[in-house]
Antibody, heavy 121, light 107 residues
Framework: QLQLQESGPGLVKPSETLSLTCTVS??????????WGWIRQPPGKGLEWIGS???????YYNPPLKSRVTISVDTSKNQFSLKLSSVTAADTAVYYC?????????????WGQGTLLTVSS | DIQMTQSPSSLSASVGDRVTITCRAS??????LNWYQQKPGKAPNVLIY???SLQSGVPSRFSGSGSGTDFTLTISSLQPEDFATYYC?????????FGQGTRLEIK
């Protein structure tokens, strides 16, 4: 049974860099069949795609966030990570990691439980 | 970017009702359209992918149709556990975009 688990600080100060990690269990992040993604949801609002990564390291980012986002993969740890720099209150959201289908825009069939990240001083 | 517009934004219905939610893309996306259900405090769950393919384990009362720019999600007979928020998502190209959501409430 594939499981994804987000981990991170929970609270970040404005202008700092947010760092989240997704640990994958029950399957290999190095599978050639899947992409891996990050999606966020501000409290009470809709879903926003942040970006996707392939195990080889190929990345795809949402243009409004592209200048601040880095997604990376660590196949040795079966993890992938999200860094978002220069955060503001607008970055307060539940962040989800997902396993997608076979393309950078594919549906997300597996989701982590989500982690709430609050940006506040 | 491809804009996704869902309607209605909210809907009140009763158990046993037939419900339809629509999603329109700002350009043709062929059949690259997915539907998710989200319950409060939970991650979304894919119901339908590729416009009309039912995800494994999803009850057959859920169905999807459409291609090009216009799509529908139909719940044939609402059950108590179906009251949730529903999102469409295009997977035709990056950036992936979602509809704004449809909140389905109990009448």
């Amino acid at each position: 049974q594939l499981q994804l688990q987000e981990s991170g600080p929970g609270l970040v100060k404005p202008s700092e860099t947010l760092s989240l990690t997704c640990t994958v269990s029950g399957g290999s992040i190095s599978s050639s069949s899947y992409y891996w993604g990050w999606i966020r949801q501000p409290p009470g609002k809709g879903l926003e795609w942040i970006g996707s990564i392939y195990y080889s390291g190929s990345t795809y980012y949402n243009p409004p966030l592209k200048s601040r986002v880095t997604i990376s993969v660590d196949t040795s740890k079966n993890q992938f990570s999200l860094k978002l720099s220069s955060v503001t209150a607008a970055d307060t959201a539940v962040y989800y990691c997902t396993r997608m289908g076979g393309g950078p825009a594919a549906p997300s069939f597996y989701w982590g439980q989500g982690t709430l990240l609050t940006v506040s001083s | 970017d491809i804009q996704m517009t869902q309607s209605p934004s909210s809907l009140s219905a009763s158990v046993g009702d037939r419900v339809t939610i629509t999603c329109r893309a700002s350009q043709s996306i062929s059949s690259y359209l997915n539907w998710y259900q989200q319950k409060p405090g939970k991650a979304p769950n894919v119901l339908i992918y590729a416009a009309s393919s039912l995800q494994s384990g999803v009850p057959s009362r859920f169905s999807g149709s459409g291609s090009g720019t216009d799509f529908t999600l139909t719940i044939s007979s609402l059950q108590p556990e179906d009251f949730a928020t529903y999102y469409c998502q295009q997977s035709y190209s990056t950036p992936i975009t979602f509809g704004q959501g449809t909140r389905l409430e109990i009448k």
